[in-house]
């Protein structure tokens, strides 16, 4: 399993407009956007006393992840009045520069942007709770270029609000409107000019990957309505898999598994694995194993699960509306359930170093090993608001995020 991860990240690192250092996590979910970190020399017991806080300082409404690159922490919040990107000295929490890009966002399911920005070489890259997407400069927040997406395309925007956190693949940045028509859209990251648009599914709630299967450089996005392959540089369809879920709550972001493509959704839908088989008329998708309905054996309903040496560490959502959470670990070629963590709650994860760091909708962080045998607890504290962005990990140090502040924790094993 190791070499593939290898061979995947030559692959993403390639495609990336600019180089990331391997300490970075410049976008939603990391380089790969698979919650995969390459730190070591992480914990391996619970400190006495807790987990060191190395500063803490006020931040703002809303459900956007921290990015870390240069030494640069970049989140997305909101005040009283605008949506900002906001940019943080990563080593001090000093705030460095902050950017109204639009004005509050506010919905039923939460205040606040829910997307997470993106970092790529000097810009950083925003998408609004309404759908504005906006370019600013790395070095001080100076806005580049803004698009009023959904107001351009006259498209209604999600009824939670746009959740797509923006990739950078080459020259283009891509997001998910739901328009029809244009259901993924690709700009020029310099200029903010429209270079593509493809397909008529709802948005839904996830953030597409650029994931290389069968010796092809795709573009996987998991809309509302199903799960589809795009050629990266034109939006070209090269396949497409029905999955309609209630409330178009398709979130996770896809993951290849073993040269497959791996979806999941809660509101008792449940996962499927896809083969993507070549035929006389292109690519079809074909269930390798699928576990659907009340009885599945995942039901991920927000949270990206993580791929760990053959094996799925999962938030399992029991019941539609989400009434109970389990942790689970699977079996990702088979989708066996391998054990189940009972009523463990919402949160969400990062892995590194072989364990799972988890921010709970609570406000605990819990550090767990990653391992297929059973669930196994290092500790855990109440540290802050209820979160739902998984942990942020660089140079051994884990930031998070709530509705009022924004923290970092050394992590680093002494």
């Given at each position: 399993?190791?070499?593939?991860?290898?061979?995947?990240?030559?692959?993403?690192?390639s495609?990336?407009?600019?180089?990331v250092k391997?300490?970075?996590?410049?976008?939603?979910?990391g380089?790969?956007r698979?919650g995969?970190?390459q730190?070591?020399n992480?914990?391996?017991?619970?400190?006495d006393?807790?987990?060191p806080?190395v500063?803490?300082?006020?931040?703002g409404?809303g459900?956007?992840g921290v990015?870390?690159?240069?030494?640069?922490?970049v989140?997305?919040w909101?005040?009283?009045d605008?949506?900002?990107?906001?940019?943080l000295?990563?080593d001090?929490?000093?705030r460095?520069?902050q950017?109204p890009i639009?004005?509050?966002?506010?919905n039923?399911?939460?205040n606040g942007?829910r997307?997470?920005?993106?970092?790529?070489?000097?810009?950083v890259f925003?998408?609004?709770g309404?759908?504005?997407?906006?370019?600013v400069?790395?070095?001080?927040g100076?806005?580049?270029?803004?698009?009023?997406?959904?107001d351009?395309?006259d498209?209604?925007?999600?009824?939670y609000?746009?959740?797509?956190?923006?990739?950078?693949i080459?020259?283009?940045v891509?997001?998910a409107?739901?328009?029809?028509?244009?259901?993924?859209?690709?700009?020029?990251?310099?200029?903010?000019?429209?270079?593509w648009?493809?397909g008529?599914d709802?948005?839904?709630?996830?953030?597409p990957a650029l994931?290389?299967?069968a010796?092809?450089?795709?573009?996987?996005?998991?809309t509302g309505?199903?799960?589809?392959g795009?050629?990266?540089?034109?939006?070209e369809?090269l396949?497409?898999?029905p999955?309609?879920?209630?409330y178009d709550?398709?979130?996770?972001?896809?993951?290849?598994?073993?040269?497959?493509?791996f979806?999941?959704?809660?509101?008792?839908?449940?996962?499927?694995?896809?083969?993507?088989?070549?035929?006389?008329?292109?690519?079809?998708?074909?269930?390798?194993w699928?576990?659907?309905?009340?009885?599945?054996s995942?039901?991920?309903?927000?949270?990206t699960?993580l791929?760990?040496?053959?094996?799925?560490?999962?938030?399992d959502?029991?019941?539609s509306?989400?009434?109970?959470?389990?942790?689970?670990?699977?079996?990702a070629?088979t989708?066996?359930q391998?054990?189940?963590?009972?009523r463990?709650?919402?949160?969400?994860?990062?892995?590194?170093?072989g364990?799972?760091?988890?921010?709970?909708m609570v406000g605990?962080?819990?550090?767990?090993r990653a391992?297929?045998?059973?669930?196994?607890?290092?500790g855990?504290?109440a540290?802050?608001?209820?979160?739902r962005?998984?942990?942020?990990?660089v140079d051994?140090?884990?930031?998070?995020?709530?509705?009022r502040?924004?923290?970092?924790?050394n992590?680093?094993?002494?």
């Open positions: 399993m190791a070499h593939r991860f290898i061979f995947a990240a030559v692959v993403a690192l495609l990336i407009g600019s180089p391997g300490e970075d996590w410049p976008q939603f979910l380089p790969l698979n995969i970190s730190e070591k992480l914990l391996d017991a619970w400190p006393g807790g987990l806080e500063w803490r300082v006020d931040g409404i459900m956007s990015v870390v690159a240069g030494g640069r922490l989140t997305l909101q005040d009283d605008h949506q900002q990107v906001v940019a000295a990563a001090t929490g000093k460095l520069w950017t639009a004005p509050a966002f506010r039923s399911m939460g942007p997307a997470t920005p993106t970092i790529d070489g000097p810009h925003a998408y609004t309404e759908g504005v997407l906006a370019a400069q790395l070095a001080d100076k806005l580049v270029w803004k698009r009023e997406v959904l351009d395309l498209a209604n925007q999600a009824d609000g746009m959740a797509c956190s923006p990739l950078v080459g020259d283009l891509v997001v409107t739901g328009a029809p028509g244009a259901s993924l859209m690709a700009f020029d990251k310099t200029t903010g000019a429209v270079k648009q493809s008529n709802s948005a839904g709630y996830s953030s994931l290389d299967l010796g092809t450089k795709q573009l996987v996005a998991f309505e199903s799960a589809i795009l050629v990266p540089e034109t939006g369809p396949w497409r898999y999955f309609k879920t209630d709550c398709n979130v996770i972001t896809p993951l290849v598994i073993d040269n497959k493509v979806i999941s959704a809660g509101e008792n839908r449940g996962s499927v694995l896809l083969e993507l088989v070549k035929g006389p008329d292109g690519v079809k998708p074909r269930e390798f699928s576990s659907l309905g009340n009885m599945s995942l039901r991920a309903e927000w949270q699960p791929l760990v040496d053959g094996c799925l560490y999962a938030f959502n029991v019941g509306a989400g009434p109970v959470t389990n942790l689970v670990c699977l079996d070629a989708g066996k391998l054990w189940m963590q009972r463990f709650g919402k949160g969400n994860a990062t892995y590194a170093d364990k799972l760091f988890i921010a709970t605990e962080i819990v550090i767990a391992d297929p045998h059973g669930y196994v607890e290092l855990r504290e540290i802050m608001g209820g979160s962005q998984a942990p942020t990990i051994g140090r884990l930031y998070l995020r709530d509705n502040e924004v923290m970092c924790l992590v680093r094993r002494k």
